[in-house]
T-cell receptor, first 111, second 115 residues
Framework: GNSVTQMEGPVTLSEEAFLTINCTYT??????LFWYVQYPGEGLQLLLK?????DKGSNKGFEATYRKETTSFHLEKGSVQVSDSAVYFC??????????FGTGTRLQVFP | GAGVSQSPRYKVAKRGQDVALRCDPI?????LFWYQQALGQGPEFLTY????????KSGLPSDRFFAERPEGSVSTLKIQRTQQEDSAVYLC?????????????FGQGTRLTVV
């Protein structure tokens, strides 16, 4: 079946460090891929998405590229801020309306 | 309001009690989803409505779980005879149409604790 695997957290970084959160997926065909973010005390928010192979989603300095050959959608940011501390969820949606989420990766950024 | 609203935010139920969780989606959104998020896990799909039609209920874990959206707007998730394993955050999301191409907007969730 379709599934998403994320790297386990927490990821702990100093401010201005480079961030990578790995995400790989298993799916038949060509799903759409998403990163959602959950800030403390808030609901899930869409961070970025890509709907076809080689597409790059970007928002707020975060980027992720849809890599069909490696079935990956890794999240990157060149310089993290304390305000980026949150839980990040990779997800896919394939030929149905539901989202299939990974288990989430907690990011903690310290000044 | 501008976003998806869920109530109550917190619910404590005694084992065996029935509960009802409410979701007010963004006005005009056609699609509505319910997800269950256990502690330390990602959300897992429960059920999906397009307007008032429940098109997918494959994620409902047992026949104790029931969802409705009678007028294509507000939705209620009902859990009968709650069990401890039902303890989780229940998330509602709405979308203008199909999630594959559009953003799903999530509410803050209802945290259910069964004691």
């Amino acid at each position: 079946g379709n599934s998403v695997t994320q790297m386990e957290g927490p990821v702990t970084l100093s401010e201005e460090a480079f961030l990578t959160i790995n995400c790989t997926y298993t799916a038949t065909g060509y799903p759409s891929l998403f990163w959602y973010v959950q800030y403390p005390g808030e609901g899930l928010q869409l961070l970025l998405k890509a709907t076809k192979a080689d597409d790059k989603g970007s928002n707020k300095g975060f980027e992720a590229t849809y890599r069909k050959e490696t079935t990956s959608f890794h999240l990157e940011k060149g310089s993290v801020q304390v305000s980026d501390s949150a839980v990040y969820f990779c997800a896919l949606s394939y030929n149905t309306d539901k989202l299939i989420f990974g288990t989430g990766t907690r990011l903690q950024v310290f000044p | 309001g501008a976003g998806v609203s869920q109530s109550p935010r917190y619910k404590v139920a005694k084992r065996g009690q029935d509960v009802a969780l409410r979701c007010d989606p963004i006005s005009g959104h056609v699609s509505l989803f319910w997800y269950q998020q256990a502690l330390g896990q990602g959300p897992e799909f429960l059920t999906y409505f397009q307007n008032e039609a429940q098109l997918d209920k494959s994620g409902l874990p047992s026949d104790r779980f029931f969802a409705e959206r009678p007028e294509g707007s507000v939705s209620t998730l009902k859990i009968q005879r709650t069990q401890q394993e039902d303890s989780a955050v229940y998330l509602c999301a709405s979308s203008p149409y199909r999630v594959a191409n559009t953003e799903a907007f999530f509410g803050q969730g209802t945290r259910l604790t069964v004691v």
